[in-house]
Each structure stands twice: as structure tokens, then as C-alpha cells.
């Protein structure tokens, strides 16, 4: 997968100078930042509406254009694929792959104290997860 994600990035970068008449890419990074950010809100936006539908085609549909909107935010900002995948590796080490990292240090210290080894990777079993009020 990083593989693809690689070459979209590198297909974004080489698309960024042609004519933004011609080349969407171009066009998308000749109005900034703040329009590629919204692009990118608006396809996660329908990827989670899709989901919540059941659609899974329009999620797998969604999913293509929110990777290639991310993939041209990082281009504009001179991030590149690599960077992304060296902090996975980083939070894998601390909480696990499947994990997400909480944004306090102090609740990665009590979640992960004296990490050493990886945690395993442990698939959740499906079920329905009731939100508590």
C-alpha cells in the first residue's frame, strides 16, 4: 500500500506545474492551502457519511479521493510519504499499531510505561459499540 500512496504522491508532485486549465492537481495548488484543506475535509466528511449509509463502494470510491486530496496537502507543505510512515513506526513502538496516539505525553506515559517490546496486533471482534450519555 505505501507503494501506491508513493506514487500518487510522485504523480501530485510532477502535476503541480502544468496548467491548471488542463491538470486538476495544478489547479487544486495554485488556490492554496486553505482550498486543499477543505478538499480534504469534504472527502472525509463523505467517506464518513458513506459509511454511516452502508455504501461500501462510495466509502472505497471516497476513500481514493481522500488519500489523493492528502497526498496533494502534503505536497504544499513539503511532507512527504516517508515522514508519515517513520511516525507510524514511531506510535507502533509506543502503543501499537491499531492504536491511536492520545494527544497528552502524560497518557502515553501511563498507557505505555517502560515500552520496550511491540504489542501484539490483535484484531477486534466484530460487535456494536454503544455510545454511553
Known amino acids: 500500500m505505501t507503494d ?20 486538476r492537481t495544478a489547479k487544486l495548488m495554485q ?11 469534504e472527502e472525509a466528511i463523505e467517506v464518513a457519511i458513506d459509511a454511516v449509509g452502508g455504501d461500501a ?11 489523493y486530496n492528502l497526498a496533494v496537502l502534503w505536497a504544499e507543505l513539503g511532507i512527504q510519504p516517508e515522514d508519515v510512515w517513520r511516525e ?9 499499531i491499531a492504536e491511536k496516539l492520545p494527544k497528552s505525553a ?5 498507557v505505555a510505561p517502560g515500552r520496550g517490546a511491540e ?14 450519555h
Not at 10 to 20: E, F, K, Q
Not at 106 to 110: G, R, T, V
Request: hydrophobic share 45%; charged share 35%.
Open 57 to 67: 463502494q462510495a466509502v472505497v470510491r471516497e476513500s481514493a479521493d481522500l488519500f
Open 106 to 110: 502524560l497518557k502515553i506515559a501511563k
Open 119 to 132: 504489542r501484539p496486533i490483535v484484531a477486534a471482534e466484530e460487535r456494536t459499540i454503544r455510545k454511553r
Open 88 to 96: 507510524m513506526e514511531r506510535r507502533e513502538l509506543l502503543l501499537g
Open 31 to 41: 488556490q492554496g492551502t486553505g482550498k486543499m484543506a477543505k478538499k480534504l475535509a
Open 4 to 23: 501506491s500512496i508513493e506514487r500518487l504522491y510522485r504523480a501530485v508532485l510532477a502535476a503541480r506545474d502544468l496548467d491548471p486549465a488542463r491538470s
